[in-house]
């Protein structure tokens, strides 16, 4: 088992910029790919970002393309979402998740075997 722990929500305006971090509790060799989802009110829980723990291979939604930054620092096996730029309809709960399948579907929450329990994000205007 993996548990992942998000940190580094909070609320910003318009335009500011936050840094969230997923910790891992341990390192997987089974961990194919790592994510940061988000949830709105009423909303599907939607893919943002994954990158590929084989070479770090980044894709972003076209809603975050050019604004946000998924990394991650192996040595202290921790995810990291830079958040720039940010606009009111960025605001949800964001997850990070971590999957064991290598796809290329990596919107699919289903996709994913572990889940952090969630940060919130508020943008006002």
């Known amino acids: 088992q993996v548990q992942l722990v998000e940190s580094g929500g909070g609320s910003v305006q318009t335009g500011g910029s936050l840094r969230l971090s997923c910790a891992a509790s341990?390192?997987?060799?089974?961990?194919?790919?790592m994510a940061w989802f988000r949830q709105a009110p009423g909303k599907e829980r939607e893919g943002v970002a994954v990158?590929?723990?084989?070479?770090?291979?980044?894709y972003y939604a076209e809603s975050v393309k050019g604004r946000f930054t998924i990394s991650r620092d192996n040595a202290d096996n921790t995810l990291f979402l830079q958040m720039n730029s940010l606009k009111p309809e960025d605001t949800a709960i964001y997850y990070c998740?971590?999957?064991?399948?290598?796809?290329?579907?990596?919107?699919?929450?289903?996709?994913?075997?572990?889940w952090g329990q969630g940060t919130q994000v508020t943008v006002s205007s």
């Open positions: 998740a971590a999957g064991s399948i290598f796809t290329n579907t990596w919107r699919r929450p289903s996709m994913y075997r572990f």
């Open positions: 341990r390192y997987s060799y089974t961990i194919k790919l």
């Open positions: 990158i590929y723990t084989g070479g770090d291979d980044a």
